[in-house]
T-cell receptor, first 110, second 115 residues
Framework: KQEVTQIPAALSVPEGENLVLNCSFTDSAIYNLQWFRQDPGKGLTSLLLIQSSQREQTSGRLNASLDKSSGRSTLYIAASQPGDSATYLCAVTNTGKLIFGQGTTLQVKP | EPEVTQTPSHQVTQMGQEVILRCVPISNHLYFYWYRQILGQKVEFLVSFYNNEISEKSEIFDDQFSVERPDGSNFTLKIRSTKLEDSAMYFC?????????????FGSGTQLSVL
């Protein structure tokens, strides 16, 4: 059974820092991996999608990498801003559904 | 940018009552999903729907749950007799292609409280 784990559960950094969020999964037979952002009481916004054949994807200050063989992904956020404060979720697809991690709650202090 | 719309944003109901959660997916999307998140827990899959039928469902999606696409624009989740443990945020999502090929677009959710 696929399990997705995210470390750390919470992170607090000063504005301007570069940071890395980690995601691991137990079954490497995935179609893709997505990183989502969740603001309190809001829905999920897809940030990046990495197909299983890809190693990384970039969007603006965000870069996500995927190492399928080791069951790991990282989300790198460059030059963090207070507006980046949110919960970040990773999710893998290996059948017809997304399986989510528990998320990392990020606080960026001005 | 097109978005998935969910109504109501909050729903309070008494245990044993029926509720219908409504979603309007993005107009040209073909695949529809329901997920839920119990407070403090992971987002979990409930059901996927394509070509007017359920394509996959989780263990959670028992006989108390049903989904319907009553017309060309709405997608609904019905809980026939709500239980306390059904209290959660319910998210609708849609995609044009299947989940293996593209990202999902999520609505902002319906917070269901069962008293």
């Amino acid at each position: 059974k696929q399990e997705v784990t995210q470390i750390p559960a919470a992170l607090s950094v000063p504005e301007g820092e570069n940071l890395v969020l980690n995601c691991s999964f137990t079954d490497s037979a995935i179609y893709n991996l997505q990183w989502f952002r969740q603001d309190p009481g809001k829905g999920l916004t897809s940030l990046l999608l990495i197909q299983s054949s890809q190693r990384e994807q970039t969007s603006g200050r965000l870069n996500a990498s995927l190492d399928k063989s080791s069951g790991r992904s990282t989300l790198y956020i460059a030059a963090s801003q207070p507006g980046d404060s949110a919960t970040y979720l990773c999710a893998v697809t290996n059948t017809g559904k997304l399986i989510f991690g528990q998320g990392t709650t990020l606080q960026v202090k001005p | 940018e097109p978005e998935v719309t969910q109504t109501p944003s909050h729903q309070v109901t008494q245990m044993g009552q029926e509720v219908i959660l409504r979603c309007v997916p993005i107009s040209n999307h073909l695949y529809f999903y329901w997920y839920r998140q119990i407070l403090g827990q992971k987002v979990e899959f409930l059901v996927s729907f394509y070509n007017n039928e359920i394509s996959e469902k989780s263990e959670i999606f028992d006989d108390q749950f049903s989904v319907e696409r009553p017309d060309g624009s709405n997608f609904t989740l019905k809980i026939r007799s709500t239980k306390l443990e059904d209290s959660a945020m319910y998210f609708c999502a849609s995609s044009f292609q299947g989940i293996a090929n593209e990202k999902l677009f999520f609505g902002s959710g319906t917070q269901l409280s069962v008293l």
